[in-house]
Structure formats: structure tokens, C-alpha cells
């Protein structure tokens, strides 16, 4: 399907991708599906290789100094190898947010540099068994001894919680504070914490994911990401990546389900003709064509926001509209993919029942879509207060005079 969109450096990337995209061996995917691989490291290592790791990075750091809308063109490619290995595969871009904007030069070397080589594998520790849209509720707490830093509490569905080579975790320094002013963030090596459950999960399978505990977990001073006290403001940063990779990676799902759909309906006949030419499956079709395209439209234009460092307020609500509409169209049009494929699509003949569980998980990681809708009419309302449109729209109307019918209270 053609994407209308892509400028000649995102024909680059989108050809690299596809390229690195056709090259992973479907044994791999079943494997992680059945949780036989426990993270998938070597896939990250060439992706390292590649360079396509963290492309929006600067070149100094690793990355390839491109922007924000030429990595969704990436994710989208790499989405159709499933939730798992695209998560796996933007993890450096989203604890690669925390440490290049705020990390110190040595956090830069020690820990992003090796990351984005593929070398060096990350993971992310918000959410806890208490919550995890409630983050400022975390208990995880750090406290300071001598010139080292104590954690205690836990972390729960961290993907590669097996696999990391450290975890950047946020915990609470002073309780005294405002809760925005209590969080911290820390890069914890992974021999500072232990692993105490593995999850058996719907899907996105195969890339560890577990609840982690910190007892008395000894961390440098040098391991603080940014200032203490700072985390609330990298926390709100680092969600651009964490939502933005979520909602590009959704796209290659729902991309992926529709071709297959596409093909099975012009060759599946029933009662004589191909099943295309009954409105009840090429008008579903339709509807995902449609739903797929206003996805990618609304992916590319929250990059495009966030490249041009747009009012913070319009970033935060087009990153959470692409991330819940990306999300939620790709789970309606595999569901569509479904139905027009009837019992078959149910079956692991195809990847379709696949790619249903893990479009289910993407309503629900990094940030719920309930938390999203949260979000945007809180940051919309916002804008209303700064953005007024020159013509009183309201006074369009034949009445609108009658300010005696205008009653509020
Ligand atoms: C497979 C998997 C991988 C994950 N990977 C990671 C990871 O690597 N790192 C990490 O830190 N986390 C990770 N998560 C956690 C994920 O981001 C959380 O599960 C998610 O944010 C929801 O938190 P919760 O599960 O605690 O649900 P809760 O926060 O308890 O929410 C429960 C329900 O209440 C609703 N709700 C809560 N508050 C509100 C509100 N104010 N308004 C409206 N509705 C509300 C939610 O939308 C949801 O429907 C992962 C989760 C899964 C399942």
C-alpha cells in the first residue's frame, strides 16, 4: 500500500527497513511467540549494525542525526514483525530520549552509545504492581548514603525485564515535595536487581517481560539521569517516544492484516465468486483502508509536531491522538481481517490471531487509551486559551443576540 507521504531521505529509510524487514526469518517470530527466545538480542544487534537504531539521534551519539518523521517510517516496517520485536526495537529511542537529553556525557558514552550499537540492551521501569497510570503514585523510593544512591520497590511488566543490561527506573527522593518535584530517574545495571516473575502473556511474547525487584539496589551518583527531583519533567519527555513508537508500530499491524485480507478475499470464492465482491467483506475492506490511512496521517503529523518543537501543549495531544487512533484502528481493521477470513483467521495458519493479541496490548501499553483521551481534552482545553480563531463562530447564528437565553449557571 502506497504511503503518499514519505520524502525522498523517508524513501530511503522506508527502503532499508523493508530491506532489514524481509531479511528476519519467520522461525524467529514463532519462536518468541512460543516463548522459547527470551529476549530477542541478536535481531537488536543487527539492527545496531544496521544503524537503524535511535535514527533521530544525533550522529555524535550513534544515531543518524534524521528526525522524528523519518523513524515512524521505520517503526511502521518494523510493526508488521509484531508487537514484541518492535517494542524490543524501540527501546533504545525511548530510555535513548531520557539519556540524550539529560544524561551527562559519561551516562552518554557508558550507556547510550553501546545501545544504540546494539550492544548494550535497555529496559524501562514507570509502571508498579500498585498502578501504572497513576505514576506519580510510584513507592519505588531512592535514598541517598554517602555518595550512593539506595532503591527499594518494584517494577512491574518491564519488557526485558530478561534481556536488559540495565533499566532506567524512577523513583521517589523526597516525599516532602510536590509529587512533580519528588520523582528521579536512575540507569540501574541489571546485577543491581532481581527478577522475580516472568509473565505468561496473550502475545507480544518473547521479549522477557517480567516484574523486577530493587532490595537495597546500590546506585552511583553518576547513574542519576539529569537532576534529582527532575523525573516528572524527563518523565513527560520521554512519553513523545514511548506513545509516538507505539502508535507508528500499530500502523505495520494493521498494514500487515489488511494485505493478507486483501489477497484472501480476491481468492476465497464462496457461492461461486470470489467473497470481494460481497459488499459485506470489500466494504470492510474499505473501512480499514480508510481507518489506515487517517492512522498514518495523524502518526506523520504528531512527528511533524514534535520535529518542529511545536507548543509542548499541541505535541502532548497529537502524540496521544496518534497513539490512541493508531492503536485502535489497527485493532479494528485486524478484527475486520478476521471476520473476512472466517474460521481460518482464527487458526495459527495465519498470522492474523497474532496480530490480534498484540493490537489488544497496544490499547494498553504505554499509556492506556483511556489515558490518552485523558490527556488530550486536558491539553485541547488548553489550547483553547491560547489559540482564539479571528471570527466568533458562535455569533453565526440567527439568535445569537439573545443574551438573555445564554445562561451558564
Ligand atoms: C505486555 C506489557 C508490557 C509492558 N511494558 C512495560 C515496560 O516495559 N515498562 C513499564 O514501565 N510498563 C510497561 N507496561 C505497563 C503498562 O504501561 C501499564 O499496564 C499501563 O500503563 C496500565 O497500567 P496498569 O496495568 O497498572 O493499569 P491501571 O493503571 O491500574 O488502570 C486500570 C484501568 O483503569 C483505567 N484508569 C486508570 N486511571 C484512569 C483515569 N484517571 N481515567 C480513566 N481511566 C483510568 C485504565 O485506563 C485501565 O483501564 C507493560 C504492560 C504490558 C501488559
Known amino acids: 500500500m502506497y504511503n503518499v507521504l514519505l520524502s525522498p531521505s523517508q524513501k530511503k529509510i522506508f527502503e532499508e527497513a523493508s530491506k532489514f524487514v524481509a531479511s528476519v526469518d519467520k522461525q524467529l517470530l514463532i519462536d518468541m511467540d512460543e516463548d522459547k527466545i527470551e529476549y530477542p538480542k541478536d535481531t537488536i544487534e543487527t539492527l545496531g549494525k544496521l544503524n537503524l537504531l535511535g535514527i533521530r539521534f544525533p550522529e555524535e551519539i550513534g544515531g543518524r542525526g534524521l528526525k522524528w ?15 514484541a520485536l518492535s517494542c524490543a526495537s524501540v527501546m533504545p529511542s525511548i530510555v535513548g530520549e531520557a539519556i540524550s537529553k539529560f544524561g551527562s556525557s559519561y551516562q552518554k558514552e557508558k550507556y547510550l552509545k553501546p545501545t544504540l550499537q546494539g550492544k548494550l540492551i535497555c529496559a524501562e521501569g514507570l509502571t508498579e504492581p500498585r498502578g501504572g497510570s497513576d505514576f506519580f503514585g510510584a513507592t519505588t523510593i531512592a535514598k541517598k548514603s554517602g555518595n550512593k544512591w539506595v532503591l527499594n520497590g518494584q517494577k512491574r511488566f518491564i519488557v526485558g525485564a530478561k534481556g536488559a543490561d540495565y533499566f532506567l527506573i524512577y523513583a521517589q527522593t523526597d516525599s516532602s515535595k510536590d509529587y512533580k518535584k519528588n520523582m528521579s530517574a536512575f540507569l540501574v545495571d541489571k546485577d543491581k536487581v532481581s527478577v522475580e516473575n516472568l509473565y505468561e502473556l496473550m502475545g507480544a511474547r518473547g521479549a522477557g517481560t ?112 496518534a497513539k490512541r487512533f493508531s492503536t485502535q484502528s489497527a485493532w479494528e481493521i485486524v478484527n475486520n481481517a478476521m471476520q473476512i477470513m472466517g474460521g481460518i483467521g482464527y487458526t495459527n495458519v495465519y498470522p492474523i490471531e497474532r496480530y490480534l493479541r498484540d493490537a489488544r496490548l497496544m490499547m494498553i ?23 482564539r480563531i479571528l471570527r466568533d463562530v458562535e455569533l453565526d447564528a440567527k439568535s445569537s443576540a439573545q443574551l438573555e437565553e445564554k445562561v451558564f449557571e
Request: glycine share 8%.
Open 210 to 321: 517480567g516484574r523486577i525487584v530493587l532490595k537495597d539496589a546500590i546506585v552511583d551518583e553518576d547513574n542519576v539521569v539529569g537532576n534529582i527531583g527532575e523525573g516528572s519533567v524527563i518523565f513527560y519527555q520521554m512519553m513523545i517516544p514511548e506513545r509516538l513508537t507505539t502508535a507508528a508500530g500499530a500502523l505495520g499491524i494493521a498494514k500487515a492484516s489488511l494485505e493478507i485480507a486483501l489477497k484472501y478475499s480476491k481468492n476465497r470464492k464462496a457461492f461461486g465468486q470470489p467473497i470481494k465482491n460481497f459488499e459485506g467483506v470489500s466494504f470492510k475492506v474499505a473501512q480499514s483502508s480508510a481507518l489506515l490511512d487517517a492512522a498514518r496521517a495523524l502518526v506523520h503529523t504528531a512527528a511533524k509536531a514534535v520535529d518542529e518543537e511545536m507548543d509542548a501543549s499541541v505535541q502532548r495531544r497529537l502524540v496521544s491522538e
Open 365 to 387: 501499553w504505554t499509556g492506556t487509551n483511556e489515558i490518552m483521551d485523558l490527556v488530550i481534552q486536558h491539553e485541547l482545553y488548553k489550547e483553547l486559551e491560547k489559540n
Open 69 to 83: 518523521q523519518d523513524e515512524v517510517v521505520l517503526i511502521e516496517e518494523i510493526g508488521m514483525l509484531g508487537a
